[in-house]
């Protein structure tokens, strides 16, 4: 006898095992922007240069190192949905043809990189912060391959529902960051002070740690040992099963691109309006990308389950998984909304000590909390078409929506009077807002349409 979804979304054992599934994600995703914010900060005590230099090399590593990264992570939801669909025993060949596809986007993403180094002499006529963003990317570049392929091996984990692995080796990566930074950018007995570019050797040795230290706890434990020789071993290439990942993974790619490269435009389009509205903006946005990190854990959580329940054909699930993810949602949301409006204030004071900058912030914040309602509404829904595995559609929905909409109605509520005067950098969070709220539409449309799709036989 099938319960109902009702029934379901109100039984506790389901909100505790998307809440189990989802807090480790969460811890992993915030000890990733602690290890960027350690960088930012020991890269400014070297000096100002570093820390502009190593601030610059980011911003054009970023988007690159993300989006070729992005590709691989359907591998959670594939295993997930192969777990779901009773082929336990394709697992591992999906993990040896994810590394293969792994080898080759490495190379792909290592011309991108080398040609990215030549984008610093454009911009800057600095020669000491180009020299120095030059060697942080060379350092950076060692860590491409660990980078990739600790994704397809978090990917094995995750769609075994098991995410407390990447939580442990991230906050450990995250506790060996802060003396490794302060090694190589300051340099202590035989180890000579390399500045800002030392930033970039010790984001190397983390890479590699994680990747080492995950794969060891793959070999480790009995259930994946043979997935861990699986990945390890060569083996002959299912062709098949590779396109299938890039398929599937390329979408992804590029809406992570999209996504990125519409935020970093905007704030060139901001840039003209003088250091206070820049200032205020990325105070926002950095507040912004550290209150998404709960609703983008969700998601991720959410196409796990969700991939499982397709491969298992049970709808009932599937169904109840919405109903319990968006509750869920809302009340987390509800909460960031709250602590973001009436602590907007004392959380920008720890940012700045300027009262124009201050006070701008504390204006745009108030969007800030507007605009995380639509921007975990498209996560969430996201996060289910992954794990239904209709994927090109989140690429489409990213190009339209921010490039189409949201970069010509920044620009022109930033800069121009046609819809109201003197909104400024107020003007791009109200771009955001709709831009978001368009794509968590078009998202969860999408997602109704697939779910009738997938289960109509059922």
């Not at 909304?337 to 940012?351: D, K, P, Q």
């Not at 289910?384 to 509520?413: E, K, M, Q």
């Amino acid at each position: 006898m099938k319960e109902s979804a009702w029934k379901i979304l109100f039984r506790p054992d389901e909100w505790v095992k998307l809440i189990c599934l989802t807090l480790p994600l969460y811890i992993a995703n915030l000890t990733r922007i602690g290890m960027a914010v350690t960088d930012t900060i020991v890269a400014g005590k070297a000096g100002l240069t570093d820390l502009a230099a190593v601030s610059l090399a980011v911003a054009v590593i970023a988007p690159i190192m993300m989006s070729v990264g992005a590709i691989v992570t359907i591998v959670s939801p594939m295993v997930a949905r192969l777990r779901g669909a009773k082929k336990e025993n394709r697992v591992g060949v999906l993990l040896n043809n994810a590394k293969s596809l792994s080898i080759r986007l490495m190379l792909v993403e290592l011309v991108l990189l080398l040609l990215a180094g030549v984008i610093f002499g454009l911009v800057s006529e600095d020669a000491e912060m180009v020299s120095i963003a030059r060697m942080y990317l060379y350092l950076v570049i060692l860590n491409v391959p660990a980078s990739i392929l600790q994704r397809v091996v978090l990917g094995c984990f995750e769609g075994y529902r098991r995410t407390w692995p990447g939580m442990v080796v991230f906050v450990t990566a995250l506790l060996l960051n802060i003396p490794l930074n302060y090694l190589f950018v300051m340099g202590w007995g035989p180890m000579p002070a390399m500045g800002g570019a030392g930033c970039g050797l010790a984001t190397t040795c983390i890479h590699w740690f994680i990747f080492l230290s995950l794969l060891g706890i793959l070999y480790a434990l009995p259930e994946h040992r043979h997935h861990a020789r699986c990945f390890i071993c060569l083996r002959r290439i299912h062709l098949a099963t590779m396109r299938q990942i890039f398929r599937l993974g390329c979408p992804l790619g590029i809406a992570t691109l999209c996504e990125m490269g519409f935020f970093c435009v905007v704030m060139l389009i901001i840039a003209p309006l003088g250091k206070a509205a820049i200032g205020a903006q990325q105070i926002a946005m950095n507040i912004s990308r550290l209150l998404f990190t709960l609703p983008l854990s969700l998601g991720v959580a959410v196409s796990i389950r969700a991939a499982y329940f397709v491969g298992a054909a049970r709808k009932a699930r599937f169904d109840a998984l919405i109903l319990t993810s968006s509750s869920m949602t809302l009340i987390a949301v509800g909460l960031l909304v709250l602590i973001t409006l009436f602590g907007r204030i004392s959380i920008v004071g720890l940012y700045t000590d300027s009262p124009i900058v201050a006070e701008t912030a504390a204006m745009l914040l108030i969007l800030c909390a507007l605009y995380q309602l639509p921007d975990a509404a498209q996560a969430i829904a996201a996060g289910f078409l992954r794990g239904c595995h209709d994927t090109r559609v989140i690429t489409w929905v990213n190009i339209s929506c921010y490039w189409l909409v949201g970069l010509p109605l920044a620009w022109i509520l930033i800069r121009t009077d046609w819809v109201s005067a003197g909104m400024g950098a107020a003007g791009a969070w109200v771009s955001f807002i709709i831009t978001l709220t368009l794509a968590a539409i078009l998202l969860s449309w999408r997602c109704l349409r697939t779910r009738k799709m997938l289960f109509h036989a059922h």
